[in-house]
């Protein structure tokens, strides 16, 4: 349903609302939609036009009525509120005079003087500090509020309590531990190190704040997701990207993140799409930082509350606003994260409809190295029959000009492909799809009860998780980087396994440019019929799938289980463990080696927290160069575009610990991803040139330095 708004009528409609701005209801009118708004607060379409009928009002009359009683209803109940707070505050305070009055004629018991008090130069002295930290916080926190209120404010509460609280508290688990699949469960990536509730207290004044900013940001919002033309223009892609002049004549504001003139550049993107969830689920996930980042666990690297500052209405997470931090990443060693310190606003606009809204909201504490800004960013939820839900996703962002953006993706990142909408919007509607497979019973005859298929599934999603906190670029998490980038782009890190075998383990991950379609390069990395082909630790030996769980709608989205054909006896027993998924920003091939035993403890439902995974695989997307395309590197198979392809592998190094890494292990590693990707472009019929200098697969680079062969 599109929501109407007042400020974009034209100039005769002005005239005309202004004309009809001293109507007044009669009594009956009033009385009528008094009774109905006792028994209801936000009546639907077709109780709005009963009541339109009955009174002989417009639609949009009562529409606003309702609107304008129950902001009036909120009002009376902050204004009693304050009330209450006041009568209290005044308790207090002469509690506290009649104290201190108390205290000077105390005697001392021990020796019988006068308690000696002191002297009241050193307490005016205190209170000026005190007062000029305090106008300095104000400075601060009013440039903040005055960017989304459009005017400078005069008088604002003091700064959030003062906590040494540091990024790196988002810590992860680290790579090997446990993701629960289910919604509404408490275990995840962080579940090991993060507190289960928030631990950043903060007072009445901060919240109202808050409150004033995450209000004004969620109108925002609604008129960016309910605005077409001319906020929004259409890409030859069909996206849809933001227009900066329509923007800034739509939302003035006094200045640019506080005044100051940053050399930075927006990305703005916004999209749509069906998704297999009911509203109410999806509203409780996306208010939960925990849900939130298993339900985008390619796309929030770190996900933690920092406090709650309103829980919301009758439990349902209505007006509910909570202070969060998130790591976005892509999945690549090439691109950096970008970190947030938000505000999370949650609102139910009417019934069946939500919207929830981040916007920034700068610490110095937490945020004093980013380069990112959250400008009002969300989702508009429309619940639809038969379970489904519509969302309308709007990432808008200002990055610093600053922070490094390799040539490879360049065009990705600033066309809003990377960290835009399309990715939001794609992967959830594969990941509520997987949710929902997860819940159907088991139809294999391999993995005959639906214990073993949600075992093999959890097994699955630990080791995906895995993979992407090996080949990102994550600040939190326990890997130590080794070897940074080489002449061939590939980063080294390691971290200690956390299971049996204990030991180091090595991880090495490269990005590299394809001309080839990356329909096509998922179907090749996945067919088990050509894996043959890449897979150097199969030394050509063929495969076979064994056992496959269909975790959505397309069919390149399953868990299978893999055996190879390997003439080593010591191999009979080892299987492999792969899941692969495609949407429309990417796809994903993932595998790990798995021992017979192991794997038959799974297949019969018992916990496989334990069972030690070495994931490797393949991140493909596309490279985003639609319009760029180089006659000369013709891609392959159609769609545009080239692939992005991020491989990553992991090796056992060492049984102990304790042990160091050497040489040897470090080049085994850079043998392995160099084999493997030199298998992939002979295979493809690719340049070599391509191959051997990822860090030149920029298109011109290609042509002007090295030539095409």
Not at 58 to 85: G, M, S, V, Y
Not at 135 to 153: D, T
Not at 580 to 590: A, F, N, Y
């Amino acid at each position: 349903m599109k929501m109407e708004f007042l400020g974009d009528s034209s100039e005769t409609d002005k005239k005309t609302m202004k004309k009809k701005r001293f109507h007044r209801h009669t009594p009956h009118q009033i009385q009528r939609l008094e009774s109905a708004f006792s028994e209801c607060q936000h009546p639907d379409e077709k109780q709005r036009m009963q009541l339109s009928r009955e009174l002989g009002l417009a639609p949009r009359q009562i529409k606003f009525w309702f609107q304008n009683r129950r902001t009036q209803k909120k009002a009376q109940h902050e204004r009693a509120d304050n009330c209450a707070l006041k009568e209290e505050n005044d308790r207090i305070r002469c509690e506290n005079i009649a104290i201190r009055e108390a205290l000077k004629h105390t005697i001392c018991p021990t020796c019988g003087d006068a308690s000696v008090h002191e002297d009241s130069y050193f307490d005016e002295e205190k209170l000026r500090i005190e007062n000029a930290q305090l106008r300095e916080e104000l400075e601060r926190v009013s440039s903040i509020a005055a960017k989304f209120m459009g005017r400078p404010l005069s008088h604002l509460p003091p700064l959030l309590n003062q906590m040494n609280i540091s990024p790196l508290e988002l810590l992860h688990g680290g790579p090997s531990l446990d993701f629960d699949l289910l919604p509404g469960s408490c275990s995840s990536l962080a579940a090991t190190t993060l507190p289960s509730q928030p631990n950043l207290v903060l007072s009445d004044m901060d919240k109202s704040l808050m409150t004033n900013i995450a209000v004004t940001a969620m109108e925002e919002l609604l008129r960016l997701t309910q605005t077409n033309d001319p906020l929004w223009i259409k890409t030859d892609g069909a996206r849809d990207v933001l227009n900066l002049e329509s923007y800034q004549n739509m939302f003035p504001r006094s200045s640019s993140r506080g005044g100051k003139n940053h050399n930075v550049r927006v990305e703005a993107t916004r999209s749509s799409g069906i998704i297999f969830t009911n509203v109410m689920t999806l509203v409780d996930m996306l208010m939960d930082s925990v849900k939130s980042a298993e339900l985008f666990p390619s796309i929030i690297a770190a996900s933690k509350t920092l406090a709650v500052v309103s829980s919301g209405l009758r439990g349902n997470h209505g007006d509910a606003l909570h202070l969060m931090l998130e790591e976005l990443q892509v999945l690549s060693p090439l691109v950096p994260t970008r970190e947030f310190s938000v505000l999370r606003y949650c609102q139910q606009i009417e019934h069946g409809t939500w919207a929830v809204v981040n916007v920034s909201y700068e610490f110095s504490q937490f945020m004093s190295h980013s380069r990112s800004y959250r400008f009002p960013s969300g989702c508009f939820i429309q619940d639809m029959t038969n379970g489904y839900s519509k969302v309308t996703w709007v990432e808008h962002v200002e990055i610093s000009e600053q922070e490094p953006v390799h040539e490879m993706f360049k065009d990705s990142v600033r066309d809003g492909l990377a960290f835009g909408a399309e990715r939001w919007i794609a992967t959830l509607q594969r990941m509520c799809e997987r949710f929902t497979a997860l819940m159907e019973p088991a139809t294999s005859s391999v993995i005959p009860s639906s214990e073993g298929k949600r075992s093999i599934m959890k097994l699955a999603q630990r080791m995906v998780s895995n993979f992407y906190l090996s080949v990102g670029t994550s600040n939190n998490t326990r890997s130590t980087v080794v070897s940074g980038m080489n002449e061939f782009g590939i980063r080294v890190t390691s971290y200690k396994s956390q299971h049996e075998p204990n030991g180091m383990v090595l991880c090495a991950a490269t990005s590299f440019w394809l001309p080839v379609s990356p329909h096509i390069v998922f179907n090749f990395l996945k067919d088990e019929r050509t894996r043959p082909q890449w897979d150097v630790l199969l030394n050509g030996s063929s495969v076979q799938e064994v056992a496959h769980i269909a975790n959505g709608s397309h069919p390149g989205n399953c868990i299978s289980v893999l055996r190879g054909f390997n003439a080593s006896s010591s191999s009979q027993n080892m299987l492999i463990l792969q899941e692969s998924c495609v949407d429309s920003s990417g796809s994903l091939v993932v595998y790990t080696p798995v021992d017979l035993p192991a794997l038959n403890m799974a297949m019969s439902g018992q916990d496989t927290s334990y069972i030690p995974i070495l994931p490797s695989g393949f991140a493909v997307s596309p490279d985003g160069s639609r319009n760029n395309q180089i006659p000369e590197l013709k891609v392959e198979g159609g769609g545009g575009g080239g692939s992005l392809i991020t491989v990553g592998f992991q090796i056992m190094v060492s049984s102990l610990q304790s042990g160091k890494l050497n040489m040897e292990s470090m080049e085994t590693v850079n043998n392995l991803i160099s084999s493997t990707v030199h298998h992939i472009k002979t295979t493809l019929n690719c340049p070599s040139n391509c191959l051997k200098t990822p860090l030149k697969a920029h298109f011109p680079h290609l042509i002007s330095e090295k030539g095409l062969q």
